[in-house]
């Protein structure tokens, strides 16, 4: 029984990692689509991704940076996550290239 349960559990850690590596967004996507993502990711974070760079990491969305758009009434559909960025709405931190998880 022990082995099973630790496999079970080494199955479930790596799906977890797949999906966090995998729940990303461009920083041009519209936010509507990082709420659809989110949702389906089954997570509250995404990492957002240089558009002319992707394989470059730049900063974070979170459905909290989501909830505060909507109640500010910005549209989510026309909404791109760099002007949530670009204003300071969203968890951002710029990463350096040290910083960046290779993968």
């Not at 991704?49 to 909830?67: F, H, K, M, N, V």
């Amino acid at each position: 029984m022990t082995t099973t349960a630790a496999s079970t559990r080494s199955r479930h850690e790596a799906a977890m990692t797949t999906a966090a590596v995998s729940a990303t967004v461009d920083q041009y996507d519209h936010v509507a689509a990082a709420t659809y993502l989110m949702k389906h990711a089954g997570t509250t974070v995404l990492a957002v991704l240089d558009g002319q760079r992707p394989s470059q990491p730049i900063g974070c969305i979170t459905e909290t940076d989501i909830a505060a758009a909507t109640a500010q009434g910005r549209d989510l559909n026309e909404t791109r996550i760099r002007d949530l960025i670009a204003h300071g709405r969203a968890s951002f931190a710029r990463l350096s290239a040290s910083q960046a998880p290779s993968y």
